[in-house]
């Protein structure tokens, strides 16, 4: 960065830009460091790991129709956190219904403090609302990354749209708001601006 902005200051017909995917990622570790995101991650993973610990249930659910693996946050990447919550919230209703049937009710799984746990999460309107929340504020962020992510086309033309779309998308979520928006707002922009 300093030496762009060096090149940039000597030779005026040169520019220098950042990386817009660094920039995203960044974003993206800062808003999943926000308290209520990160107690949202913990939830899902929560979930996810008594899942996939009993294979039972596993078993169960892969019986469903179109059914896809849940996929786990990851320490690696940050884009990997929203991806587990898009993921977990697409599979609210086969969670939901197999944590109310009666033949889980009466095994021994729901008996147990992790089951009961898990259960508690599951059947959390307010976390599904959450998470349902949270995915829609970065779905444009995430769609970003991955077009300047990719090697397939220049990106550059949809860094400043794409931008100003994920700004406004996450104003009309909070109904233009500004307490509830600012703190993701701030972010994107102190972020943006400091690149």
Same mark, same amino acid.
């Given at each position: 960065?300093?030496?762009?902005?060096?090149?940039?200051?000597?030779?005026?017909?040169?520019?220098?830009?950042?990386?817009?995917?660094?920039?995203?990622?960044?974003?993206?570790?800062?808003?999943?460091?926000?308290?209520?995101?990160?107690?949202?991650?913990?939830?899902?993973?929560?979930?996810?790991?008594?899942?996939?610990?009993?294979?039972?249930?596993?078993?169960?659910?892969?019986?469903?129709?179109?059914?896809?693996?849940?996929?786990?946050?990851?320490?690696?990447?940050?884009?990997?956190?929203?991806?587990?919550?898009?993921? *977990?919230? !697409?599979?609210?209703?086969? $969670?939901?219904?197999? %944590?109310?049937?009666? &033949?889980?009710? #009466?095994?021994?799984?729901?008996?147990?403090?992790?089951?009961?746990?898990?259960?508690?999460?599951?059947?959390?309107?307010?976390?599904?609302?959450?998470?349902?929340?949270?995915?829609? *504020?970065? !779905?444009?962020?995430?769609? $970003?990354?991955?077009? %300047?992510?990719?090697? &397939?086309?220049? #990106?550059?033309?949809?860094?400043?749209?794409?931008?100003?779309?994920?700004?406004?998308?996450?104003?009309?979520?909070?109904?233009?708001?500004?307490?509830?928006?600012?703190?993701?707002?701030?972010?994107?922009?102190?972020?943006?601006?400091?690149?």
């Amino acid at each position: 960065k300093a030496v762009g902005g060096l090149v940039n200051a000597t030779y005026k017909s040169i520019n220098w830009s950042p990386c817009a995917a660094h920039c995203l990622n960044l974003i993206l570790s800062e808003i999943s460091k926000m308290n209520h995101v990160h107690e949202l991650a913990i939830k899902a993973s929560t979930v996810a790991r008594y899942i996939y610990n009993h294979s039972w249930l596993l078993a169960r659910l892969r019986k469903k129709k179109n059914w896809t693996e849940i996929v786990r946050p990851g320490a690696t990447r940050f884009a990997t956190t929203f991806i587990a919550l898009h993921s *977990i919230h !697409e599979h609210m209703h086969d $969670l939901q219904a197999l %944590v109310t049937r009666k &033949e889980f009710a #009466s095994s021994r799984f729901a008996k147990e403090k992790k089951g009961k746990d898990a259960i508690d999460i599951i059947l959390d309107k307010l976390f599904w609302k959450d998470c349902f929340i949270t995915v829609k *504020i970065v !779905e444009p962020l995430m769609r $970003l990354l991955r077009i %300047v992510d990719g090697d &397939e086309k220049p #990106s550059m033309g949809y860094v400043y749209e794409g931008m100003y779309r994920a700004i406004k998308g996450i104003k009309d979520i909070f109904k233009r708001n500004k307490r509830l928006y600012r703190p993701y707002t701030t972010i994107i922009k102190t972020r943006w601006d400091n690149q």
